[in-house]
């Protein structure tokens, strides 16, 4: 028999840190009662001036992904971004997406008396967040990935993590949307507000021309809460903050 959890209502948190902090990020998610995540090696790329004259616009990230039941997800995030000052300019980034389905993960122990406890001091009724941001994701040949990055600057973004499809078996192949998966793929993800958002896609879309079969796809989810992002207004004042939960 299938393990689903779907009924539990499902979130997928994902945390963007430094090279070196995904390790933590997961001890601590352990010590909040997710039972575990994965760690994804990638590296970040922002619009930057001062930045581009030191070289230092490019830097190793880290991507830590962990699903668990909403509740217990989402206290989970509030308290991984205190934690590591996520809600600060240039110290990660960290957003939440809902699961429409999930297979093949147990909750543990540990994760069942954490989310027992969530569920009996929750308030009787809570209102949802409304949707302020968008991932965008791209998948483009090995190569092109700063040029996703270029095309959606131009649209007013301010930069993306850019994720290597590295370590698969010289025979095997993974696929998404029936494109192949390998190691000369690279994947795009810019975090935005999602009124810019279609903008965005829209040049990808047409600088990469993405229309053209094997040059790339491209989708979005949308995004339930986000936090260490630098909204557009934000850049235009100077602001070191921006969070929207």
Avoid: W
């Amino acid at each position: 028999m299938i393990s689903d959890m779907s009924h539990h209502n499902v979130t997928l948190l994902c945390f963007i840190v430094n090279n070196g902090l995904g390790s933590r990020v997961l001890r601590q998610a352990r010590r909040l009662g997710i039972s575990g995540g994965t760690v994804l090696l990638g590296h970040g790329s922002v619009n930057s001036q001062t930045l581009d004259m030191f070289s230092l616009c490019d830097t190793r990230k880290e991507i830590v992904l962990m699903i668990a039941p909403k509740p217990l997800a989402m206290q989970a995030l509030k308290a991984l971004v205190v934690k590591f000052k996520l809600d600060r300019r240039d110290c990660g980034i960290a957003f939440a997406v809902a699961v429409s389905r999930l297979i093949g993960k147990h909750q543990n122990p540990t994760e069942e008396k954490a989310l027992a406890q969530l569920e009996r001091d929750r308030p009787e009724e809570e209102k949802e967040d409304e949707t302020m941001y968008q991932a965008i994701y791209t998948i483009v040949d090995r190569g092109r990935a700063e040029q996703v990055i270029e095309a959606a600057s131009h649209a007013g973004a301010a930069g993306g993590t850019i994720i290597n499809a590295r370590g698969s078996g010289i025979h095997e192949t993974s696929r998404l949307f029936a494109m192949e998966i390998e190691p000369e793929k690279e994947m795009v993800l810019i975090l935005i507000e999602k009124a810019l958002s279609q903008t965005i896609v829209d040049t990808i879309y047409a600088e990469l021309e993405i229309e053209k079969a094997g040059n790339g796809i491209i989708f979005v989810l949308d995004v339930a809460s986000a936090y260490g992002l630098v909204s557009s207004e934000d850049r235009l004042t100077g602001s070191s903050r921006s969070d929207a939960t």
